[in-house]
């Protein structure tokens, strides 16, 4: 045979053994994994929390960052589950020297990374912060304000809240007990009686309906706020200062003439 032929069969016999083994190893090696996205490690955080937030090491750093920055408000996180139960009981978070701020480990994980949304957020405490010297000077002479507070929602926006302190309903009584105190020389059996009904109306008031130490206002405003802890003021002082008579004082105007 000729030696160039024979070369050439060797050398596509060879060719084709590297083909079936390629293929072979192909067919027999298993496909690649497709390993998961690895989770990224969060942790706890200091300060005043409600159930047991967690946050990334990037968001912790900032939260921290976020805190320093508006250190004339006592901010509070919020866990995901917690968010509901945190606003319907905002009132028990009160601090009766800082503004209070709930915000849920949600925000401030995006707003660790996303700079407008981080903008959007910052600009609407920085408001709050603004506005809330304004509102408690309006009010500080009544006494009846114990602290304001603020949530952060989820629709960029927030709500706030005012806890108003019920003992000065009791201040109110004193007054009206010495007020009918002086009105006893003039008619004391009468004011007697009116004196033991109002008693009475009271003690069964609070057995149908109990007595609370604080209520608490919510607004979606800053400017609601003020004007529901305004009327809730000037209504109860109105009536818990007032006797019957002076509270219908005034009521009934005939306008006809």
């Known amino acids: 045979m000729d030696v160039g032929i024979m070369n050439s069969s060797i050398h596509a ?3 084709a053994y590297a083909a079936k083994e390629a293929k072979q190893t192909k067919e027999t090696k298993p496909a690649k994994e497709n390993k998961p996205t690895e989770e990224v490690k969060k942790y706890g955080v200091s300060g005043r929390t409600v159930g047991q937030p967690k946050l990334s090491e990037n968001a912790k750093k900032y939260y921290e960052e976020l805190k320093s920055k508006f250190q004339n408000m006592d901010f509070i996180l919020v866990s995901k589950d917690m968010k509901e139960m945190a606003k319907a009981n905002a009132g028990s978070f009160a601090n009766p020297h800082k503004m209070v701020v709930l915000i849920d480990e949600e925000k401030i994980e995006r707003m660790a990374t996303d700079e407008q949304y981080r903008k959007q957020y910052e600009g609407i405490i920085a408001s709050a912060g603004n506005k809330l010297p304004q509102l408690q000077k309006t009010l500080e002479k009544s006494g009846k304000v114990k602290a304001f507070g603020m949530q952060i929602n989820d629709n960029g ?101």
């Open 13 to 15: 016999s060879s060719e």
């Open 157 to 257: 926006a927030a709500s706030f809240f005012a806890v108003m302190d019920n003992a000065f309903k009791s201040q109110a009584k004193r007054l009206e007990k010495q007020r009918a105190e002086k009105k006893e020389e003039k008619k004391a059996a009468e004011k007697k009686a009116e004196k033991a009904k109002r008693e009475e109306q009271l003690k069964e008031k609070r057995l149908s309906k109990g007595e609370e130490s604080e209520t608490v206002i919510y607004a979606d405003s800053f400017e609601e706020l003020k004007l529901k802890v305004e009327d809730y003021i000037f209504e109860h002082m109105a009536d818990t200062v007032k006797t019957d008579s002076e509270r219908y004082l005034g009521t009934h105007i005939d306008f006809k003439g």
